[in-house]
């Protein structure tokens, strides 16, 4: 009999756990899909969006290990345990953030107070996103405690994450950015539509979860004692070179995700140049590299039981570069016309702003994405988790959320990197003073650099980093054999 069957992880319990990664990742994707095109194209914030990314980005880095900390150090909360706790604490401004992430009460020409704005809200979301995010995190390890019951809840968090993806695209279904007939004064109105149909899934999706979905164990006083200071864990963390090669490559991954998603509205609009009047091409896209990154996640728990999740996830960076190249080879200059013959008669579609070989190629490249997105989705938190479990054979406890903390802390840098990588590559551009409602051959071509060149270089980083990561193969089975010998670190 295989472990798996031997430890299996009913459904009900997987399925309620899952519903956890639509709260968490519809914010998110919605706000890096989102937030980005509003402020730069909408608000017309300029260069300004830089600035306010950066200052967010440097809080986060503060931000995010001392709420890991925090939920580390707390005491247990009578029947809500101390991550339920946060999570409950967290929810309700979450799903608020959502409105007025897109919701500027106010227009100026000096734009000084719509920044002012800018940058408050996106901090604030980020406390409260990182308050929910790092206390979910941090349970999955401790309520699934081996590697067959985290592949097995994996698969439905994976799921449900693309499920949020696949949400926190639906509104790019209109038209993001004031081109042709629509007017930023449309937008303006759209958007916080937008915000309040996010604030509802996200309250829709994390009733059940926090009701039923949480299982915390209850961690005795003489074990929370072994728990260091807030600076030793910081000290101990950092010092864990295992852990720092693997976030390292985890960052990269990050950087990816995170150039991908954010350049993504504008290479449709501006590359493929989809007109108005099709802009839920750009979502039917999105949602089909989502739905074959959903299909793939069996292959890739399979692919992990076989080869080890850290070469899994190496093969699965290496086939996500070859998938990035065809991005570069779209655009104006190739045919943008399909001719189709029924019952005799020729139809040509695609001129005239219709659906055309661009569009029909800009679905299926992105469809494509998925084979690699789906793997990196599905390794990097069975990885996380053979780290933590590792240090808590070292410590006697098991610090979940410190290292989540850590993580997060360090991840955001790929914030940055792609803020820094849109400003730099947009400043050989007729965009380097702000969004200007036109493209031309320097921004197709900055377009082009960002969502290929830039996230196959990120890929490549991440590969290195876990080639010269060691927590596998002998090493990992020994850890687990030992880790077998302590009931306390596992039930």
């Known amino acids: 009999m295989s472990q798996e069957d031997t430890e299996r992880v009913p459904l009900k319990e997987r399925v309620l756990f899952g519903l956890s990664a639509i709260p968490d990742q519809a914010t998110y994707q919605a706000f890096s899909l989102l937030v980005f095109t509003y402020y730069f194209s909408v608000i017309q914030l300029g260069n300004l ?3 306010g990314f950066i200052i967010w980005t440097f809080w986060n880095m503060i931000n995010d290990p001392i709420l890991g900390a925090l939920s580390e150090k707390t005491k247990q909360k009578g029947k809500l345990g101390k991550r339920k706790y946060y999570l409950i604490l967290s929810i309700v401004p979450l799903a608020l953030s959502m409105f007025f992430l897109f919701f500027v009460p106010f227009s100026t020409e000096s734009k000084i107070p719509e920044f002012s704005y800018f940058l408050a809200i996106i901090i604030l979301f980020e406390f409260f996103y990182t308050l929910f995010d790092v206390n979910v995190n941090a349970i999955f390890p401790e309520q699934f405690t081996s590697e067959s019951k985290r592949a097995q809840t994996n698969i439905f968090i994976k799921g449900f994450t693309v499920l949020a993806v696949m949400l926190a695209a639906i509104p790019t279904l209109t038209p993001q950015t004031p081109k042709g007939n629509v007017t930023v004064s449309q937008l303006k109105t759209a958007y916080p539509i937008w915000g309040i149909y996010l604030a509802i899934v996200v309250i829709v999706f994390a009733v059940p979860f926090l009701l039923k979905g949480i299982k915390e164990k209850r961690i005795s006083d003489e074990l ?11 000290k101990i963390t950092l010092k864990n070179k295992t852990f720092v090669k693997f976030v390292i490559a985890n960052t990269m991954i990050w950087y990816v995700f995170n150039t991908l998603i954010t350049i993504f509205p504008l290479y449709f609009e501006y590359v493929i140049d989809i007109p108005p009047n099709l802009a839920f091409l750009k979502t039917i896209s999105l949602l089909s590299a989502l739905l074959v990154a959903a299909l793939v996640l069996p292959f890739h728990k399979w692919l992990g039981s076989k080869v080890g999740m850290r070469n899994a996830i190496m093969i699965t ?12 080879f779209l655009g104006p200059g190739a045919q943008n016309y399909v001719d189709i013959e029924i019952l005799g008669q020729v139809i040509r579609l695609g001129e005239a702003g219709g659906f055309g070989t661009m569009e029909i190629l800009g679905i299926l490249i992105t469809a494509l994405q998925g084979l690699g997105l789906g793997g990196a989705l599905f390794y990097v938190d069975i990885i996380h988790g053979d780290i933590i479990d590792e240090d808590a054979l070292n410590f006697g406890v098991k610090r979940s959320g410190v290292f989540y903390g850590i993580n997060a802390f360090i991840h955001r840098i790929s914030t940055i990197l792609t803020m820094l990588t849109i400003f730099i590559v947009f400043q050989g551009t007729s965009w380097a003073g702000g969004y200007k409602p036109q493209g031309g051959v320097d921004v197709i071509l900055g377009l082009k650099l960002i969502i290929f060149l830039f996230p196959a270089l990120g890929c490549l980083v991440s590969i290195l980093f876990f080639k010269l990561y060691k927590l596998h193969g002998d090493r ?3 850890m687990r054999e030992e880790l077998a010998k302590h009931p306390e670190l596992t039930k």
């Open 317 to 328: 960076l290496g086939l996500w570069i070859v998938l990035l190249v065809p991005y570069f």
């Open 476 to 478: 990992l089975l020994k």
């Open 49 to 51: 969006v830089w600035i």
């Open 224 to 234: 929370e004692a072994k728990r260091p200071s807030f600076f030793q864990s910081l």
